[in-house]
């Protein structure tokens, strides 16, 4: 027992650290809140280094490349790029073997023969940090996005910019700092806080069911203490009652004395033993339940402990049987009124007989006399042993009460015959299939309730009490279950009659229904988890939706801030088609800003999937003749299509970059030669037949980000469609060609620097699912706790209502005490067969359950208020209220009666 002790004590000293975890827990969510902060809101901060090696093409030299990086190259976590030309080694490449210290390689280096446009190799960038696991597929992920990154710069007139972007690329792969979403942090910081409500919640729900506990281990030590104590008053009784039986007594009466002191001893020796085997059980129990280091008696104690719930069950039957035993040793001898005590066993078949009488619907004339006569001659009995056995001992009374004791049986006997017939000849009256809607145990809570009212609250059953005396039926069951089951059985035929659904039978015999199962703990469980599981899906789904997807609602709400165009304008030609120029503007007047803005609004308006630009943008838009610029080919995939050569467009771009900076100047950056932010360059291309297009637009926003569309489509500088072309049967004015434009340039822009979050979506899924697992289950159960301490004020104060009603009815009861004595008595008492005795009887049971009731009242009453809460007291008020409506039922079936036997004899 020695390691089942340390075991408790552990035990017992650790589910007080409960609240002590609770405080940790929200200390701990606490200052991940503030971690969470620091996430969610951080900026990148730390700068980017640039190591060019040598002057590169493009414009990409140390001084631009830092120009660029200006107050835009930040990153979570500082590190550093390398840009060369030259192709990557196998080492730089596959083994993150990276010179001069540096974490990122690019080249920037184009194989005119294989530009990769189209696939981009991750041979021409390395991330040393994506390589140091041992899979090769996270750097050659990263290093395909930054190589695709610097092409779409280049692309779109890059050259510094585009080492940035790449740069800028490279730092949301590799150089995030973490996770930042906000779900992800607010469920991990709320996460150790919920869990230490939940843990409070949970310790505050068995401190409750702590202190019930130990009250009801307090109550059942009380009984146990009590019938311990009277042990030796209790065979004091049982000695005296033994002498009694044995002075004077001779013949029968000796052989009668004999039986009933032999009967008396063994329960007597029962009571004994039960007593020292629960003393056994109070000890481990006590050590269990309030002090681990409660010595226990290792010889005779139990193997394994009785759960609390038996315990309190076998220790209030013992007292019941001590009290059975006394009463019993009493009336043996004639040392007490047997009438109050016969009386209980009586008031459970005599209340339940009345209510089988007020169902006569149900009953023949004969039926009624038979029970009705019955019910008398056990009252009658009631009433001679309350007047033939308090006067007188000895001997003779014994032998009397034995034969009382036979002529009860007897009685009790015929009455559960009769009941038993009327109950066979009912049933037969069921339909088929048809049971009762009674709640299984219905019959023993009935039972159960007779048992309060005949013994005034005191106790539940009367079985110990008829095993003292003797008069546990030897065959069948008492009158009373078989009353009972009567008016089960009314209860079916009315149930039937309304033609309520037949329920099942559970058990032979007994008339039931089985309740529809339970689904309150199901739904406490299952609401919070289903929450969860739909959180975490939905968590995922966001994340996996902003992580480099496309097709989410556009929200760009910026008109085109400025348009300005370069060139001359007259190289700008006519409509080919004679009927658009009768219809149309005249193409040069479309390249205004009014125009494109109206152009753009009409374009969002009529299509959910475009939208205005996201940012302001200032354009300008050349006049280019495309043949001083490109070499212009025909392209074979195409018809009538042509194509320019990648190298070509990109050494043109500089010369059209310089002629726009001299008519529009501040459209570049002088330090880098770029575009400035904020603005762009549509070269609108002309050909010498009259055609006309749009080239790719030159922006001074870097493409960045995990598969960015800004810059992406190199077709779209190479391959540039025309409209206007001869023989056309209508063509695209200039306007509509630059709004058509530049709501595509809005979209790439709101699709740009898309990141894919470092964050493992089960990771994702299993955080925010506990977080709102805890949540929703610490919140429903302390809804539930306050919806139980609302529900718990309001029946108290109804239970305080109802017994100020109570009251009141007592009250009349009372006060027509001498009324009820003149009915049952004087007036029903004149008719009964036994001249009075039946009726006496009866009117003594019912004064004596009333006074008990009373007193019962006015304790429960003169509570403190703090004691008028909980179920307990609750079922004290329940259960005064059955008895009161008995009596009143009672009662008000006694005047009635007497009210129709006084108008018979008028």
Do not use: C
């Amino acid at each position: 027992m020695g390691d089942k002790g340390r075991g408790r004590n552990i035990l017992y000293r650790t589910k007080w650290m409960v609240p002590v975890v609770a405080v940790a827990l929200a200390a701990l969510s606490a200052g991940l809140a503030q971690v969470a902060q620091a996430h969610i809101l951080a900026q990148p901060d730390k700068p980017i280094t640039f190591v060019i090696d040598g002057d590169l093409p493009y414009g990409i030299t140390q001084e631009t490349v830092d120009a660029a990086a200006q107050g835009r190259a930040l990153s979570f976590e500082p590190f550093t790029i390398l840009v060369v030309e030259r192709e990557l080694t196998w080492d730089e490449s596959e083994n993150g073997e990276l010179p001069q210290q540096a974490d990122v390689m690019l080249s920037v280096g184009i194989d005119e023969d294989d530009p990769d446009l189209a696939l981009p190799t991750g041979s021409r960038a390395s991330v040393a940090k994506r390589l140091q696991g041992d899979e090769w597929n996270p750097n050659y992920s990263a290093a395909v996005d930054i190589r695709e990154t610097f092409l779409n710069n280049l692309t779109q007139g890059q050259g510094p910019g585009a080492v940035v972007g790449a740069a800028l690329t490279a730092g949301s792969r590799a150089f995030d700092g973490g996770p930042r979403s906000p779900v992800l942090w607010v469920s991990l910081a709320a996460l150790p806080l919920l869990v230490g409500l939940f843990l409070m919640v949970l310790w505050a729900r068995y401190l409750t069911r702590e202190r019930t506990r130990r009250r009801t281990f307090s109550r059942a030590r009380l009984e146990l203490a009590r019938v311990v104590l009277e042990l030796d008053i209790l065979e004091a009784h049982v000695d005296i009652a033994g002498a009694e039986l044995d002075r004077r007594a001779t013949g029968r009466a000796r052989t009668v004395a004999n039986n009933v002191k032999g009967k008396l001893h063994k329960d007597w020796s029962a009571i004994r033993e039960e007593s020292l085997k629960l003393a056994h059980e109070e000890q481990v129990l006590t050590r269990e339940l309030l002090d681990p280091s409660t010595r226990v008696h290792e010889r005779g104690a139990p193997e394994k402990p009785l759960d609390l719930a038996t315990f309190a069950q076998r220790t209030a039957a013992l007292r019941r049987r001590a009290d059975a035993l006394v009463a019993a040793s009493s009336l043996r001898v004639g040392h007490a009124a047997g009438g109050t005590i016969l009386g209980q066993i009586a008031l459970t078949a005599t209340l339940a007989v009345d209510d089988v009488l007020a169902r006569s619907e149900l009953l023949s004339e004969r039926e009624i006399e038979a029970l009705r006569r019955q019910r008398g001659d056990l009252l009658a009995l009631v009433r001679e042993a309350d007047t033939t056995f308090g006067d007188d001992n000895g001997s003779e009374v014994v032998v009397r009460h034995v034969d009382l004791m036979t002529r009860w049986r007897e009685a009790e006997r015929r009455l559960a015959v009769t009941l038993t017939r009327i109950e066979h000849r009912l049933e037969k009256k069921l339909p088929r299939g048809t049971t009762s809607h009674i709640a299984a145990g219905a019959l023993d809570r009935r039972l159960q309730e007779r048992a309060r009212i005949a013994t005034g609250g005191t106790a539940e059953t009367v079985d110990e009490l008829r095993s003292s005396l003797d008069l546990t039926p030897r065959k069948g069951l008492p009158p009373a279950h078989h009353a009972e089951r009567i008016l089960l059985v009314a209860d079916a035929i009315d149930a039937a009659r309304q033609g309520a659904t037949p329920p099942r039978r559970s058990r032979p015999g007994i008339l039931v229904d089985r309740l529809a199962p339970d689904f309150v703990p199901l739904a406490v469980a299952g609401i919070p988890l289903v929450a969860a599981l739909i959180a975490g899906f939905a968590a995922t789904s966001a994340m996996e939706r902003s992580d480099a997807t496309y097709g989410r609602e556009l929200t760009g709400d910026v008109p085109l801030a400025s348009l300005r165009i370069v060139g001359d304008p007259a190289l700008l030609p006519t409509y080919d088609n004679a009927k658009d120029a009768e219809r149309e503007d005249p193409n040069i007047d479309t390249l205004s800003l009014d125009f494109v803005r109206d152009a753009m609004e009409r374009t969002a308006q009529r299509s959910d999937d475009d939208a205005l630009l996201p940012e302001k943008i200032d354009l300008v838009v050349p006049l280019l003749r495309i043949g001083d610029y490109v070499t212009v080919r025909p392209n074979e995939e195409v018809e009538d299509g042509v194509k320019l050569d990648y190298f070509e467009v990109l050494e043109a771009y500089a010369r059209i970059k310089a002629e726009v900076e001299a008519e529009v100047p501040g459209t570049l950056d002088p330090a880098t030669g770029d575009v400035r932010a904020g603005h762009a360059i549509l070269p609108l291309w002309i050909q010498d037949d009259g055609s006309y297009g749009a080239g790719l637009p030159l922006t001074g926003t870097l493409s960045t980000g995990t598969q960015s569309r800004l810059g992406a489509y190199d077709f779209l500088a190479t391959e540039p469609r025309f409209t206007n072309k001869p023989g056309e049967d209508w063509a695209n004015p200039a306007g509509w060609i630059v709004a058509s434009e530049m709501i595509k340039l809005g979209r790439q822009l709101e699709y740009n620097d898309l990141r894919i979050s470092s964050l493992t979506p089960g990771t994702l899924f299993w955080v925010v699912a506990l977080a709102t697992w805890t949540g929703v289950q610490t919140l429903s159960m302390i809804v539930w706790s306050l919806a139980q301490v609302l529900l718990r004020g309001a029946g108290s104060r109804r239970a305080r209502a109802q017994l100020r009603a109570l009251r009141d009815k007592l009250n009349t009861l009372a006060l027509g005490l001498d009324l009820s004595r003149l009915d049952a008595v004087a007036v029903l008492g004149t008719a009964d067969g036994h001249r009075g005795h039946a009726a006496e009887a009866d009117q003594q049971l019912y004064e004596t359950v009333l006074f008990t009731a009373w007193r019962e009242v006015q304790a429960l009453e003169t509570l403190p208020r703090r004691e008028q809460r909980g179920p307990e007291w609750h079922h004290r008020v329940e259960r005064m209220a059955t008895v009161i409506d008995a009596l009143a039922v009672r009662e008000a079936g006694v005047a009635e009666r007497a009210l129709v036997l006084i108008r018979s004899y008028r």
